[in-house]
């Protein structure tokens, strides 16, 4: 009996770890988590690269008062943008950038009180 109530704990516990394991970009973007569990999807239109971050849990994260900056790896070519807050929870990057299929974005931020945290992703 006693192993047959440990087996089904274990496995509710193992359903619910992977319950909000899905990450569903909210601005058509791209996903990515960093090893804090802190979530940032990427989205790149014209001329303006946006950031949004949130938890692993989906709560929006302030960027009030924070830094970031973008690394744009485009075959040969790199450029950095710095990432300014722009909204409740989002950076917001301007100007001319290369973004071409299989390029990649490496995004780091800082958040008040908090260690830099990195991102990456792969852009199609």
């Known amino acids: 009996m006693k192993k047959v109530l440990l087996v089904t704990l274990l496995s509710l516990a193992s359903a619910m770890a992977l319950a ?71 950076f917001m990057a301007q100007g001319q950038y290369k973004l071409a299929p299989g390029a990649k974005a490496l995004v780091k931020v800082t958040l008040p009180g908090k260690a830099t945290e990195q991102f990456r992703f792969d852009l199609k």
């Open 20 to 90: 909000d394991g899905v990450m569903k970009p909210m601005h058509n973007g791209i996903m990515a988590e960093a090893t804090s569990g802190t979530r940032a999807e990427f989205s790149s239109e014209g001329n303006m690269i946006m950031v949004y971050l949130t938890s692993h849990h989906d709560e929006k994260l302030a960027t009030k008062g924070a830094s970031g900056e973008v690394t744009l790896l485009t075959g040969k070519d790199k450029q950095v943008l710095k990432l300014q807050p722009s909204g409740e929870n989002s």
